[in-house]
T-cell receptor, first 114, second 111 residues
Framework: GENVEQHPSTLSVQEGDSAVIKCTYSDSASNYFPWYKQELGKGPQLIIDIRSNVGEKKDQRIAVTLNKTAKHFSLHITETQPEDSAVYFCAARIGGGSNYKLTFGKGTLLTVNP | DGGITQSPKYLFRKEGQNVTLSCEQNLNHDAMYWYRQDPGQGLRLIYYSQIVNDFQKGDIAEGYSVSREKKESFPLTVTSAQKNPTAFYLC??????????FGPGTRLTVT
C-alpha cells in the first residue's frame, strides 16, 4: 500500500519567516495530495490540496508544490503568523477505481514565535 | 449550519465495555470515514463507507464495528476486543474521492 513520510516532525520559526514542510510518497499511482491543519483538541481542517495534473497551487500565504518524478510534495507558508502554529498533516490518495482512501503522514508541529 | 458533528467530545469507559461513538453529517455527502489518532501519530483509517448499507475495513479495523443505515449517520462501536482503545477518534465525510472534511473528534479514555 501507500506510504507517506513527512519531515520535519517539529519546526520552529520566527513570525514573518517562511515555513516549508515536505512529504514523500511511495506509490506512483497517487494522484491527490491534501494538506490539513490541526489545532489542539480539534479536528483537522483542509487548507489546500493539489492533484497530479498540476505542479503548483497557491492560496494567499499558502502554496503546495508537487514533483511527480521524485514523488514528493511540499507545503510552503510565507509571512508566518502566531495563529499558523498548529500540527500540519500531508496525505496522499492512490488513483483509479473507486478508491477513497487517504494515507496520512505523521504530522509536523509548527511553532511560530512572536 | 452545515457540517459534521461528533458526540460526545469526551467519553470515559471501563475496560471490557463496548462503547459507541456518534457521527452525523448534514452535508449530503455519500462517503464517510472513521480515523484513529494517537499522540505523535498520523491519522489511521478504521472503516469507511462510500454508500448507505455498505462499508469497508480500513487499515486498523480489528476490534471495531460500524453501520451505515442512513446517509447522514455512521456510528462507530469500539468493542472490548480492541486492545488499546484510548485514543482521539475522528469522523470525516466527502462528496467524491477527493476532499475529506473532518468533525471535531471524540476523545475516548478507557481505564
Amino acid at each position: 500500500g501507500e506510504n507517506v513520510e513527512q519531515h520535519p516532525s517539529t519546526l520552529s520559526v520566527q513570525e514573518g519567516d517562511s515555513a516549508v514542510i515536505k512529504c514523500t510518497y511511495s506509490d506512483s499511482a497517487s494522484n491527490y495530495f491534501p494538506w490539513y491543519k490541526q489545532e489542539l483538541g480539534k479536528g483537522p481542517q483542509l487548507i489546500i490540496d493539489i492533484r497530479s495534473n498540476v505542479g503548483e497551487k497557491k492560496d494567499q500565504r499558502i502554496a503546495v508544490t508537487l514533483n511527480k518524478t521524485a514523488k514528493h510534495f511540499s507545503l510552503h507558508i510565507t509571512e508566518t503568523q502566531p495563529e499558523d502554529s498548529a500540527v500540519y498533516f500531508c496525505a496522499a490518495r492512490i488513483g483509479g477505481g473507486s478508491n477513497y482512501k487517504l494515507t496520512f503522514g505523521k504530522g509536523t508541529l509548527l511553532t511560530v514565535n512572536p | 449550519d452545515g457540517g459534521i458533528t461528533q458526540s460526545p467530545k469526551y467519553l470515559f469507559r471501563k475496560e471490557g465495555q463496548n462503547v459507541t461513538l456518534s457521527c452525523e453529517q448534514n452535508l449530503n455527502h455519500d462517503a464517510m470515514y472513521w480515523y484513529r489518532q494517537d499522540p505523535g501519530q498520523g491519522l489511521r483509517l478504521i472503516y469507511y463507507s462510500q454508500i448507505v448499507n455498505d462499508f469497508q475495513k480500513g487499515d486498523i479495523a480489528e476490534g471495531y464495528s460500524v453501520s451505515r443505515e442512513k446517509k447522514e449517520s455512521f456510528p462507530l462501536t469500539v468493542t472490548s476486543a480492541q486492545k488499546n482503545p484510548t485514543a482521539f477518534y475522528l469522523c470525516a465525510s466527502s462528496s467524491d474521492r477527493y476532499e475529506q472534511y473532518f468533525g471535531p473528534g471524540t476523545r475516548l479514555t478507557v481505564t
